[in-house]
């Protein structure tokens, strides 16, 4: 198989990027813009040994469940590669890919799989966007916004996400003219030049209040005042929603890391607030916020409802971030212990804590392995010993190291929340597997859908331990 070769060939599957799985002659093809069920004739883009990557030159037969994208720039774009499979199918291309991963790398043969969580309008769903900014390719000289095309940071052109609230599109239109009227020049990453990174907007889809930050390459803007009357006078929207905030990010580093640390006011307080299943939360530019709020409530009611709990248990929260967990199982629970490394997001989880009234949260800034190998959070807190653990690691799992504690520490009930079904499967292997500690076994498994057109799934997963 050679480069630009035209294969025809039949999708049977997806990848989590939502590039279309087939085979021809022995190979594996990865087709971009192809959906299951498709019969397409696919230009071979990149071969290797027993696989190529390829792209539609043409379908030949469309899939039934094949549909018309929402947004006209889906196919270029990197954010959303699944928005031309019908919504229904990809719900069951999510959970079929968690069974998968847990019966090919957990070991799992009967899964007690619950159906996946999915949403009854599944765009306009982003409370949090993050746009580059850059200069135009057709238009050498027009600054451009977007998001970057699928593994490149060539920016797209889009400046109404279909995921993401339609006023954003009205706040980049008048950045981008407030920076060509004052000629203000975009980060250029080769050189390391230029004032102008990111946008960054989030909101309070209960609250209407609207944040919106821009990352510059240095410590002052230009004409900052004129920046905030402008988008002043966009606010409030037609919707209602309100601008609370303005604000700047210095990143002057040479990094692909989009925010730097510091954050320096040009109007109101660097943060908004907003309210999740009943509760307030502080929300910054460096904070993490679930970005799909409707989704969130359910994705945490449902770890609330795993953890059985009746109001007598001690419950370890790990990887707890501003407490949004903990702030759901506060209230069904004894005591909740809230562990989480980032020094600022365990300030937001005392803060948000105080102002809801919660008086049986405990927060600590630590790494989730090290506070649950030694049992205890500081010299200032007893011996604790948890009836159930809740986990809500990054992408890459759960520590080696804590998976081991926490058979040791022997919790009744322990209740995963993965973002990442892959390392999900390898972590529930280790807990359930013989060995020393608790043994524990898969009792309850449900995806829940907070990222709809992408191939990103959560899962809620809960272990009881066998006595």
């Keep these: 198989m050679q480069k630009n070769d035209l294969i025809k060939?039949?999708?049977?599957?997806?990848?989590?990027?939502?590039?279309?799985?087939?085979?021809s002659d022995g190979f594996t093809l990865f087709v971009k813009d192809a959906v299951i069920g498709d019969t397409v004739l696919a230009r071979v883009t990149r071969p290797k040994k027993t696989y190529a990557y390829a792209r539609v030159e043409q379908v030949l037969v469309s899939s039934p469940d094949r549909v018309a994208p929402a947004c006209p720039k889906a196919r270029s774009c990197g954010g959303c590669r699944m928005q031309e499979l019908a919504y229904e199918k990809q719900l069951a291309f999510k959970e079929d890919l968690v069974r998968r991963n847990l019966t090919r790398l957990g070991g799992f043969s009967d899964i007690p799989m619950e159906p996946i969580i999915g949403m009854e309008e599944p765009f306009r769903y982003r409370n949090k966007a993050q746009y580059p900014i850059g200069t135009s390719k057709k238009e050498p000289g027009?600054?451009?916004?977007?998001?970057?095309?699928?593994?490149?940071?060539?920016?797209?052109?889009?400046?109404?996400?279909?995921?993401?609230?339609?006023?954003?599109?009205?706040?980049?239109?008048?950045?981008?003219?407030?920076?060509?009227?004052?000629?203000?020049?975009?980060?250029?990453e080769a050189a390391g030049t230029g004032l102008l990174r990111h946008v960054l907007i989030r909101e309070g889809f209960t609250s209407g209040e609207v944040l919106i930050c821009l990352v510059i390459n240095g410590r002052k803007l230009p004409k900052a005042?004129?920046?905030?009357?402008?988008?002043?006078?966009?606010?409030?929207?037609?919707?209602?929603?309100?601008?609370?905030?303005?604000?700047?990010?210095?990143?002057?580093?040479?990094?692909?890391?989009?925010?730097?640390?510091?954050?320096?006011?040009?109007?109101?307080?660097?943060?908004?607030?907003?309210?999740?299943?009943?509760?307030?939360?502080?929300?910054?530019?460096?904070?993490?916020?679930?970005?799909?709020?409707?989704?969130?409530?359910?994705?945490?009611g449902t770890a609330v409802e795993f953890a059985g709990l009746t109001g007598n248990e001690t419950v370890f929260d790990l990887y707890c971030g501003i407490g949004t967990i903990s702030h759901f199982l506060a209230p069904h629970a004894k005591d909740v212990y809230g562990v989480e490394i980032v020094p600022e997001a365990i300030l937001d989880a005392k803060e948000n804590a105080a102002r809801n009234g919660l008086k049986s949260t405990h927060f600590f800034t630590a790494a989730a392995e090290d506070v649950a190998e030694r049992g205890y959070f500081d010299e200032h807190t007893p011996l604790v010993r948890p009836d159930v653990i809740v986990v809500?690691?990054?992408?890459?799992?759960?520590?080696?190291?804590?998976l081991h504690t926490i058979r040791a520490l022997a919790p009744d009930r322990v209740v995963y929340v993965s973002c990442d079904s892959a390392t999900l499967a390898r972590d529930l292997k280790i807990l359930c597997a013989e060995g020393e500690g608790a043994r524990y076994e898969l009792a309850r498994v449900r995806p829940c859908d907070m990222f709809p057109h992408t191939g990103h799934v959560e899962t809620v997963v809960l272990l009881t331990r066998n006595t």
């Design 142 to 188: 027009r600054l451009t916004t977007g998001f970057y095309a699928g593994r490149t940071h060539d920016i797209i052109d889009i400046r109404d996400c279909m995921l993401a609230p339609a006023r954003n599109a009205d706040i980049l239109r008048a950045i981008l003219a407030f920076a060509e009227e004052h000629h203000l020049p975009a980060y250029d």
């Design 392 to 402: 809500d690691p990054p992408r890459k799992g759960c520590e080696a190291s804590l």
């Design 225 to 300: 005042g004129q920046l905030v009357e402008k988008l002043l006078a966009l606010s409030p929207f037609p919707d209602g929603a309100e601008i609370k905030s303005i604000c700047l990010n210095v990143n002057e580093k040479r990094t692909n890391v989009i925010l730097g640390n510091e954050v320096l006011p040009l109007f109101g307080p660097p943060f908004i607030f907003d309210t999740l299943g009943g509760f307030s939360f502080r929300i910054s530019p460096l904070s993490f916020y679930q970005v799909n709020p409707v989704q969130t409530v359910k994705l945490y």
């Design 9 to 23: 060939v039949h999708i049977e599957d997806m990848t989590n990027d939502g590039e279309g799985i087939g085979h």
